[in-house]
């Protein structure tokens, strides 16, 4: 029964609409025409948290939006997923320096995270494979043919 | 114009030291050096001329804090400088909210960031930092934030009423475009009062720069204003040649002209999807991603990125164009003169949009000055100012474009200005690509360690939002002793609380829209 449900989850993932910096550009890059998110089931990006169950932190956090990201990730209802997109939420990425006064290095310090995506930003592509990574995860085996390996 | 300001600044202020400048060195005309006493009567006078004040900011010179306004005006070219030296150990200015709007909030970024009390100020509140952070980040030395300054920081609360309704619009809203957060106070379906908190995004951008070489703070330009990135990028180096005094060959000129015209298209054409999205027509949004794609395809063969560009060098680009590039644009510009038809009937001509949009966010003649909006907004308003005419660099002084204006200043004028502006971009595409001739690239001897000259500069460019001003305080070494990026979202929404005012909830959604915010490049 556990497996239905979970296929059920991983097949139609509700992403919340929550963008911070620039990855969430090509997070609606993503979800438009050309690369069309909606083919694996992720495509109905919900306003509310309340209605969704896969976080795409995309983007920067700083000290001041922290609280905020935890509430949001408080409101969602189990089980839920969390997408690290980009070197920012990753790791604080580009903006990391000695010094540094406002800036939450990795949103993994805050939320547990499942997938993270590098890039600076991540094309849609790299998005894309992040959610087959994250259904993967949730069924326990891959849907789609992997990328070939080539270097 | 500024023989007659010199002359008439002279007959009013006797005592004043006023210096003639170098424009083509400094970017100002004239700098005058103040005293307390002085400043306000300063700021009636270009008050009253019709200059806007462009930007104030703070540097910190560990023996004294200096606060420097730029006066600009829309008419003509004249620029002025004045400053106003502080002691560091208690800095206080009188100032000059009361005389323009925009330093209300420029005033409130230098209090937070310098610890400058402003005399008079009515709200000396935090605006973008917190709390949590215990000393003043932008003075040179670490200055620690006393209690009472902390407790004086963080005593803004919105201003609760009996008969009204406090609403918080974002951080997390779908209409802010990121993580803006506005306090509205409400009168029933009315807003009686709007007020904007920013710096949910603040990525200590200028701090970075002061830390890294002028080469390793290139790529952040791209970060700043993500939709256009390729303005930011221009008006960095360009602002960089103009204080190393690296010449840049013809080829250059042209194809960064090229790019960032492409890139100023795709970040308008996303302002139109976005906005309809906003006002719930989500058909646009999936058009104008379509046609995006196409500019992001021409784009990334060149510059090897979707969206943070970094394409251009002090003293050139990256890498050369190639035919393909060439044809490329030319298809690109044929297939998107024929789609504005297309926009016309989807969103122009659409009863609904043209309901929710005219007659909604009206902003005047006088209000955009003392806001110092710009760009689409300051153009939709009436005022046909564009910094690609004003003050032309690259290879702007040689092409040949209208300048759309609106005659309302309302959301609706705002729409049809960013149209007739992505056509022009296409006509300067055109004309940029006839001009492109072979030739290098780059300059021969790009220097590796950069050695500008000592003093200051403050130079503006267009970008899709409007004018970028970046002032650069060089001090000789290879890093930048201070940058401050006057951006053009934060002017632009600092009108916001008064457009709101009397308006109904669903249409602050319109207002905010129409006036094309990035907030990272507000929060920086």
Not at chain 1, 35 to 60: E, H, K, N, W, Y
Not at chain 2, 458 to 485: A, C, F, N, Q
Request: one cysteine or more; a negative charge; hydrophobic letters at 40%.
């Amino acid at each position: 029964m556990n497996k239905v449900l979970d296929l059920a989850r991983a097949n139609s993932l509700w992403p919340v609409t929550f963008g911070l910096a620039c990855c969430a550009i090509e997070m609606m890059s993503a979800a438009m025409a050309r690369f069309d998110i909606d083919r694996f089931g992720a495509g109905v990006f919900r306003p509310s948290p309340r209605q969704a169950d896969l976080m795409i932190v995309s983007g920067t956090v700083t000290k001041k939006m922290a609280p905020v990201v935890l509430t949001l990730y408080d409101q969602m209802p189990s089980p839920k997923w969390v997408i690290a997109m980009g070197n920012c939420a990753i790791s604080g990425g580009p903006f990391v320096f000695e010094g540094q006064y406002n800036l939450i290095e990795g949103v993994d310090k805050l939320i547990p995270v499942d997938v993270y995506v590098p890039g600076c930003p991540p094309r849609p592509e790299g998005l894309l494979e992040g959610f087959l990574k994250l259904q993967e995860k949730i069924t326990g085996k891959r849907r789609f043919p992997g990328p070939v390996e080539r270097w | 114009m500024v023989e007659k300001i010199k002359a008439e600044l002279k007959a009013t202020f006797a005592d004043l030291a006023i210096a003639e400048e170098s424009y083509p060195q400094s970017g100002y005309h004239l700098s005058v050096d103040l005293t307390a006493k002085d400043i306000l009567n300063v700021a009636r006078f270009f008050d009253g001329r019709g200059f806007y004040l462009a930007v104030e900011l703070c540097v910190d010179y560990k023996d004294y804090l200096e606060i420097v306004y730029i006066f600009s005006i829309h008419s003509s070219l004249c620029k002025v400088k004045a400053t106003l030296k502080l002691d560091p150990v208690q800095p206080v200015a009188p100032t000059l909210s009361g005389i323009f709007d925009c330093a209300y909030w420029y005033e409130r970024e230098i209090r937070e960031f310098y610890g400058v009390l402003f005399d008079g100020h009515p709200n000396m509140t935090y605006l973008f930092l917190h709390e949590g952070i215990d000393f003043y980040p932008l003075r040179k030395d670490r200055v620690p934030v006393s209690e009472q300054d902390k407790q004086e920081l963080n005593s803004y609360s919105p201003e609760q009423r009996e008969d009204s309704l406090s609403i918080n619009m974002g951080p997390q809203h779908p209409s802010t475009h990121g993580v803006l957060r506005v306090v509205l106070r409400m009168d029933g379906e009315y807003i009686e009062d709007a007020s904007p908190v920013l710096g949910y995004l603040h990525r200590m951008q200028e701090k970075m720069a002061e830390n890294r070489t002028y080469q390793q703070f290139l790529p952040n330009t791209g970060r700043m204003d993500y939709l256009g990135a390729m303005s930011f990028n221009l008006g960095y180096v360009t602002a960089v040649e103009r204080l190393t005094g690296i010449d840049v060959p013809a080829r250059a000129h042209y194809v960064r002209v090229i790019a960032t015209e492409l890139n100023r298209i795709s970040s308008h054409l996303l302002w139109v999807g976005a906005y309809l999205a906003d006002l719930g027509g989500l058909s646009p949004f999936l058009y104008v991603f379509d046609d995006r794609e196409h500019i992001l395809d021409v784009l990334e063969a060149v510059t090897g990125s979707r969206l943070t560009y970094c394409y251009f060098r002090f003293g050139g680009l990256y890498n050369d164009v190639d035919d393909a590039f060439v044809l490329g644009t030319k298809a690109f510009v044929a297939r998107m003169r024929g789609r504005f038809s297309l926009y016309e009937k989807l969103v122009g001509g659409n009863v609904i949009f043209i309901n929710r949009t005219r007659g909604i966010g009206v902003i005047a003649k006088e209000r955009a000055r003392k806001y110092a909006v710009s760009g689409p907004v300051l153009r939709g308003a009436g005022i046909g100012m564009d910094l690609r005419k004003a003050e032309p660099y690259a290879a702007y002084p040689e092409m040949d474009f209208e300048v759309p204006t609106g005659k309302n200043g309302d959301a609706l004028d705002m729409y049809h200005v960013r149209v007739k502006e992505m056509e022009t971009s296409l006509d300067i595409i055109d004309q940029a690509l006839a001009l492109l001739a072979d030739g290098p690239f780059m300059v021969e001897k790009a220097p590796k360690k950069l050695k500008p000259r000592k003093g200051d500069l403050y130079h503006v460019v267009e970008t899709p939002r409007g004018e970028l001003g970046i002032y650069i305080v060089s001090d000789e070494s290879d890093k930048p002793y201070r940058m401050k990026w006057r951006v053009p979202s934060f002017s632009n929404l600092m009108a916001f609380p008064e457009l709101a005012k009397g308006n109904l909830l669903s249409d602050a959604v319109a207002i905010l829209g129409s006036l094309d915010l990035v907030i990272p490049e507000i929060d920086r």
